[in-house]
């Protein structure tokens, strides 16, 4: 069960500003979602190892070679605010 | 008209590059009011691309069996210089300074990209409503919806707004959609296609894959964009084959297995007699049954109700109004990302990124995550005993048809859609629907045919089997001009 | 001061690999760029891109491991650390959590009475860099900041050691000796101002011989081995005036600021990151292959210490020359160069200590490895002096214009008539000179001030433009003057 609290400290941690009453509906579907899921929790998994990857491949890398990189015009061409070559921010709070 | 006939009418002089782009062009400028299968259309770079197509046609040097082909892309895919959305207000105006591979791959192919493919935004549904752009409707009942999240491109090839299209399927958004629009979709092998320009939604499901509107268009392109990626580590360095080249082989003594567990309770009665009554095709083409179970089955969903939105929440943790996209103003730098992610995503995305947050946070992640990861191996076992003792498995692709608009509002009904393709995603296994029949009323029904790792000829054979037995691959929806 | 406690302390270090590309793509990582002319959509984050991991970069995290006698782990992988900062593109960084390159080595450090002590290394892992941030102002009062990412990417191998160091002087050492390691075994440039090696420290107090650690501070923002010293020995104090107060010490970041000379505590209420780490999913598993790690195992070179310990055996130099000249490995080169060239230990090593690290940095690798003034010729010169051509004081000189010329010692002698006079009846004649010229240094000379004489040898020296073999001209002088003044 996800209270309240949690919540507000999800949408902090994934930085999504939600109204009171978006909270609460975002409470109450995630609830109903876990619901279902929680039956995972009864499947027996012991000494199964978990996947991360579906088809096993080991060892890709590559060599240490430099590779063309992207003119500072085109990596900023979409950027929101930009100062000379520089992306701008607002002020950083620590949070 | 499909792709090999179009290449084929090219060869002979019928016609050109140039005309089928500009009929096609034509036809969307109709149609698309209608269908709304395309966020951008690409006209000039069409009519460009097609003229370069006319002139290797002229001098008898095609490049090869997709050159002057007309096909979308799923708006998921960067292309260079236009503008990519992933159907998101977040991305609206972002213009990515790169191609995706498989952009590339169809582009030196001679693919004629006629434009970039309505979705649900950020490849998360199965219906396309959650497009925060446009809305795509169901070229066979335009009250309901494509399917999800590949809705654009099964719907432009479904109405003949494109000949062929790419799509990416991560809990069935290729298969799904083809299914609900009667085409041929496919997802392949994982890391058979490289994901190097997918704008990522869980890497670890995500499977770029083709849209035909019969078996060899979808083998053609699948034999264009597969192979080994440097820029993927995860992309398979392993030969590719002639897919189209074995097509046409007989399925004689094919073994193939029809799991207990995709045939439910609450499944739609007409899916699974149309599907029942396909499978015996394919036993008279030769094939033999076996009845085979897979348990694990019914876990997968919420399996992939764990894994997917975890990796959503950390793949999109990058749409920040820092370096592109959106940028909501605030008073300072968090106040700033966290209005412009609320404003940016819509209402599904920001579920699954709170899902995704909330499974991997402290104190969760091994109930959450850690055992989706290792009932996912379970899911993939079951499916390598399987293929121990059969060749292919094969069931329905969805266990309902097209519904209306606005017909599952609640997130979880949208998600049970997709409780016979999430399996084949979590064990990268590749899969294929078929069109393999119609409901009374008339709207379109998915076979779908499961094979091993890597081996996507026996699936597109014998799906190509199929289709020779049938003609559903040749009705096309009426839509009035 | 310290006595009533214990003071533990553990170093993380973040070193920047001199790998010539990037640790997910192949943008170049040299220093200095202008802003966002060293990047690409993949170190940029951008939507659709996707990272493969740079084999340089495991090589030399895996020469580390093995210097530092680390078990490397052949089985590691890398995870996903999410936060939220403008200067991480993709606001997670890929690192490692679980499953490291390394774990469980050790460093030996020496201490500056001569004590030595070991200290555990707890892990070793690879990670990519961040981008920068500049402020306009502090970062307290910037009303914005700008961004630039030409760092991030850049490969980055975090260590950090166990909470074994007991005091400030510790850290210092344990820094300096980490470093070297870094810069002998050319993973790293080891350059503390320009960033690429970074320094965080854990210490807490706990009273003398209790069991039980205190409460863990962690200090930032330290950019030089002193200024570590310094903010630990500040630390030291504070917590010490705290717990003798009967206070209760909090569990928090600190920013060491140089100029005021005290550790703050950061604006913000400090909570544990959650940093929801999960193995990457774009990368694949590394199994690296025994054979290969064996072969960099064959490679490691002689690292600091044990050079150090053979420059005192085998050439009986004194702990402090031979520390000195190994402080790189390029100088503890050239040193042995020049050795097996010029069999004098102790005369060569005088020679580079007080002579060649005036002009050249001891510790810049490039520096010694490309100076114009080459073992070879250090020996050339050397031999002048053995054989009399020159007097110590003119090799001097001569050394100042090979410098800067490159020439060869003989080369430069011959060119300005520097051989010495060592002809003793051309010095005799010279010093006759020089004593009819100081009468007042002869009578002082009778008068019994024998230090007299000195003023006659510096005439003379003075009068052969510094040619005159001096230890001949002493000689000399001595024996006109009592044979002058004898009464």
Known sequence: MISREDVVHVARLARLALTDAELETMREQLNAILAHIDALKAVDTRGIEPTSHAVPQFNVMRDDEPRPCVSAEEMLANAPDRAGEFFRVPRIIEE | MKIHELTAAYTRGETTPSRVTNEYLERIAKLDDKVGAYITVTAEQARSAARAADDRYRVGRPLGPLDGAPITLKDVFCTKGVRTTCASKILESFVPPYDATVTERLAKAGAILLGKANMDEFAMGSSTEHSALRVTRNPWDLTRVPGGSSGGPAAAVAAGLAAGGLGTDTGGSIRQPAAFCGVVGLKPTYGRVSRYGLVAFASSLDHPGPFGGDVLDTALLLGAIAGHDPNDATSIDAPVPNYAAELDRDVRGLRLGVPDEYFIDGMDPEVERTVRAAIDVLKAQGATLERISLPATPHALATYYVIAPAEASSNLARYDGVKYGLRVPGHDLIDMESRTRAAGFGAEVRRRIMLGTYVLSAGYYDAYYGQAQKVRTLVRREFDAAFSRVDLIVAPTTPNVPFKHGEKADPIAMYLNDVFTIPADMAGVPAISVPCGFTASGLPIGLQLIGRALDEATVLRAARAYERATSWHTRRPELAA | ?487
Not at chain 3, 88 to 112: C, H, T, V
Not at chain 3, 131 to 146: D, M, N, R
Not at chain 3, 153 to 181: D, H, N, W
Not at chain 3, 425 to 439: E, F, G, K, W, Y
């Open chain 3, 1 to 487: 001061m310290t006595a009533r406690y214990d003071v533990v302390i553990g170093l993380e270090v973040h070193a920047q690999l001199t790998t010539r590309t990037k640790m997910f793509c192949g943008c170049p990582t040299t220093f200095g760029a202008p802003p966002n002319t060293q990047t690409c959509p993949v170190c940029q984050g951008m939507p659709g891109t996707l990272p493969v991991v740079n084999r340089r970069a495991i090589e030399y995290g895996v020469r580390t491991a093995l210097a530092f006698n680390c078990r490397v782990n052949a089985a590691c992988r890398f995870a996903r650390k999410h936060y939220y900062y403008p200067d991480m593109p993709k606001n997670f960084q890929i690192s490692q959590y679980e499953e490291p390159l390394a774990e469980e080595g050790r460093l030996d450090i020496d201490l500056a009475d001569g004590a030595s002590r070991t200290i555990g290394i707890q892990r070793l892992h690879l990670e990519e860099d961040v981008g920068k941030l500049v402020h306009e102002g502090t970062l307290e009062t910037a009303q914005s900041s700008l961004v630039d990412f030409n760092r991030a990417g850049v490969p980055l191998m975090e260590t950090v050691s166990k909470p074994e160091i007991r005091s400030p002087e510790e850290a210092a050492a344990y820094l300096r000796a980490f470093r070297a390691v870094l810069v002998y075994l050319g993973v790293c440039d080891g350059n503390m101002e320009e960033g690429s090696l970074r320094c965080d420290a854990n210490i807490s107090l706990k009273p003398a011989g209790a069991a039980e650690l205190g409460t863990k501070v962690e200090i930032k923002n330290m950019n030089s081995f002193r200024n570590v010293q310094r903010a630990l020995e500040f630390e030291v104090t504070r917590q010490t005036e705290a717990l003798d107060r009967g206070q209760r010490i909090v569990q928090e970041t600190r920013l060491w600021d140089a100029d005021r000379g005290y550790t703050r505590s950061m604006r913000s209420k400090e909570f544990a990151h959650d940093y929801r780490y999960f193995p990457e999913p774009d990368l694949v598993p590394l199994e690296l292959d025994a054979a290969w790690i064996e072969e960099i195992r064959r490679a490691l070179p002689e690292l600091p210490r044990a050079r150090r310990q053979r420059f005192v055996a085998a050439y009986g130099l004194p702990a402090y020359d031979a520390a000195l000249l190994t402080q790189s490995r390029a100088l503890a080169e050239y040193y042995e160069a020049a050795v097996r060239d010029f069999p004098q230990p102790k005369l060569v090593s005088n020679w580079i200590m007080s002579e060649l690290l005036r002009a050249l940095p001891g510790d810049d690798e490039r520096a010694i490895e490309h100076a114009k003034l080459t073992p070879a010729r250090l020996a050339g010169l050397l031999r002048l002096i053995e054989d009399g051509t020159i007097s110590g004081k003119i090799a001097k000189t001569v050394f100042e214009t090979m410098l800067a010329t490159g020439e060869e010692a003989s080369a430069i002698v011959r060119r300005e008539g520097l051989t010495q006079v060592a002809d003793a009846d051309a010095l005799a004649r010279m010093v006759a000179s020089a004593i009819a010229a100081n009468p007042r240094a002869v009578d002082d000379y009778r008068k019994g001030k024998t230090v007299a004489s000195k003023a006659v040898v510096g005439h003379v020296m003075k009068a052969s433009g510094g040619r005159a073999n001096p230890a001949m001209v002493s000689k000399l002088v001595e024996e006109q003057l009592e044979k002058l003044t004898k009464r």
